[in-house]
């Protein structure tokens, strides 16, 4: 891409304001029976981490009566409480609302972050009070509740891994309302070698942690460590190598940031395109906001820039051969990976925590984390529903003479929910959405030593 091709693509993103406003519907039920509904939503932090965590973070704030919060929320703090969330797309700078988008809605179990007010304590009629006050409530998607509960365990023999995780989780989904559960999962093929003639999960693992147990115990899924996790808006567990950024050739997503100057604000209610014929391609303006985070050397100095293990078949069949009565130790047993060589020749090459060990994914999954650095990216006017996780991603950046680009993965979603007034009349809010890309660096690879 030329300089002409990166504005010409930035006028096509901006040209027309797409849909990125909304209201907020909220329904509190205690139960199945609707209780009531709040005076209004003040906002709304949802948070996604997709490199460590299995579901989102949401944090809602609504505006209700003191009196309504002490007679239906207080009293079933330990109950089950349940919110609907409702967003409901708008015209941009107006409440006019658009019959083409349906809108997005999602059940949660709710939790009182306000469980003690003295001043609610010490009023005397405190269930008719009518004082309007700001509530938190932390939600956690229905999915994601139910499965934290749940166990699984057993030995299963000849089953491809992604396949059983898949029977497992589709198995635990069926308990949950059918217009509740999950879609099912999605998974990136498995590309480790080593095939098990049985899987073997103790009884009482967590569901939830099934796939990083197979990962760290069962010879391994991927070779670039694996992330699990249930996204609220397409309502589907995805599950995928955390680093690697080869997925670009076979990802069905795709996402492509442009970075312009900080002064282009002309721009800041026009922020996205996204075309579905396209392998469903999100393209992004970010005006400014950009940091990176480059800690590789000091992780090189600090952990290594490779890491070795002891093969535990080959200690088993062939440590050492007996000869004219010398025993002769082998080396086959001894083997390991170096991801980039140091400028100095000083390779630091670490054993692994666990030095017998045949899980090579393991190994190499741990080198991989260290093989890129993290960049930052301001998304304003957003649409957090479009993103899926570890999205990836191109970045693209306009220099004097030429367009330069950096390819990653999305790792984070950090979404704000505000309104765009503040005021109780106007109910019309947007979203800014930062985003922490994995970035590839392109000098590294995983060699065996």
Known sequence: ????????????????????????????????????????TVNCDFSENYRDEVGATVILTVAMSRGDYMRHVYPNRDKQISIKLRKKFTNNNSNVLLDELKGLETTYRAFCH???????????N????????????????????DF??????????????????????HKAAMSIPENLRSKGVTADKANVGEKRKQLVIPNGTPLIDLPKYIQDNEGGIYNHDIANFFSTYQKRWFIFPTFNTVRHEESLHAMEIYLTPPNLTSVLDRTWMYDEQAKRKLSIVSTGNFQAEDNQVFTFLNQGN?????????LLNSFSTVDANKITVGTKHRAGFLLKERDDSNQIVNYMPNKVTNNVAKAMSGLSR???????????????DLIVPGMPVTIFYNTESEVLTKVGLVHEAINTETRVQANMINETMFSTTVLVIWVDDPDTEIKSL
Not at 114 to 124: C, E
């Open 306 to 314: 490779g890491v070795q293990f002891l093969k535990a078949d080959e």
């Open 148 to 169: 934290r509960t749940r166990k699984c365990g057993g030995v299963f023999p000849h089953v491809d891994k992604i396949d059983l995780i898949k029977f497992l989780y």
């Open 114 to 124: 306000d469980l003690k007010d003295q001043d609610l304590q010490a009023s005397p």
């Open 1 to 40: 891409m030329n300089p002409l091709e990166f504005n010409a693509k930035i006028a096509e993103i901006t040209e027309f304001p797409r849909p990125s406003h909304f209201i907020y519907d909220v329904e509190f039920y205690i139960g199945n029976d609707l209780k009531f509904k709040p005076y209004s």
């Open 126 to 145: 405190i269930d008719n009070d009518q004082t309007v006050a700001n509530f938190k409530f932390e939600l956690i998607e229905t999915n994601i509740y």
């Open 370 to 384: 260290r093989g890129g650095m993290y960049v930052s990216v301001v998304w304003a006017n957003s649409r957090p």
